[in-house]
């Protein structure tokens, strides 16, 4: 089955750039969707983007401005980076795969998640 | 933006059902997903395109989605679903959750 394993910096200064990495196991990326989401410490979930492993992406668009995710398909991995971060985007980054039904899509499975701490 | 609004707390007795709502505009034209998580985990996907119920999840837990409102459905509480809840729908593409609930197994 298959299973997601976000990795890098758990810290990060204000105004750097914030760059994780999912590492899909157990099955290939390709012909997939996979997506970020994000949860502040004792907050909500919140959605950040997703991309296709073709390499098309949609993003939130409270998040857009700052955000970039790509894909690797021969280190069967995706990546995120967030630029210019502040304290609020401390949180845990999670990835996860999003199942595409036309509508009604869902994200299943989930990473374990990595804290990424903004602060100098 | 959309919005989908949740309580942000339910309680029940082992073995009564507990009923978690989230609000939508039209949210009964989309489809809605849920997601519990307990402390120190991931999310973990329970229903999803209103209904169904994904491998391993019990039939204690049901979906219903209509006019605005999606609901959770526990039967047979067990001290296990103790948990925060969300629910989440896609509105233009954009994927949005409920600010969670927590469900308490008094």
């Known amino acids: 089955q298959v299973q997601l394993q976000e990795s890098g910096p758990g810290l990060v200064k204000p105004s750097e750039t914030l760059s994780l990495s999912c590492t899909v196991s157990?099955?290939?990326?390709?012909?997939?969707?996979w997506s970020w989401i994000r949860q502040p410490p004792g907050k909500g979930l919140e959605w950040i983007g997703y991309?296709?492993?073709?390499?098309?992406?949609n993003y939130n668009p409270s998040l857009k401005s700052r955000v970039t995710i790509s894909v690797d398909t021969s280190k069967n991995q995706f990546s995120l980076k967030v630029t210019s971060v502040t304290a609020a985007d401390t949180a845990v980054y999670y990835c996860?795969?999003?199942?595409?039904?036309?509508?009604?899509?869902?994200?299943?499975?989930w990473g374990q998640g990595i804290l990424v701490t903004v602060s100098s | 933006s959309y919005e989908l609004a949740q309580p942000h707390s339910v309680s029940v007795s082992p073995g009564q059902t507990a009923s978690i709502t989230c609000s939508g505009d039209?949210?009964?034209?989309?489809?809605a997903s849920w997601y519990q998580q307990k402390p120190g985990q991931p999310p973990v996907l329970v229903i999803y395109?209103?209904?169904k119920r994904p491998s391993g999840i019990p039939e204690r837990i049901s979906g219903s989605n209509s006019g605005n409102t999606a609901t959770l459905t526990i039967s047979g509480t067990q001290a296990m679903d103790e948990a925060d809840y969300y629910c989440?729908?896609?509105?233009?593409?954009?994927?949005?959750f409920g600010g969670g609930t927590k469900l308490t197994v008094l």
């Open positions: 996860a795969r999003l199942q595409v039904a036309g509508i009604g899509n869902w994200f299943d499975p």
């Open positions: 039209k949210l009964g034209d989309k489809y």
């Open positions: 989440q729908a896609w509105d233009s593409d954009t994927a949005v």
């Open positions: 395109q209103d209904i």
């Open positions: 991309i296709y492993y073709s390499g098309s992406t």
């Open positions: 157990g099955g290939s990326i390709s012909g997939y969707y």
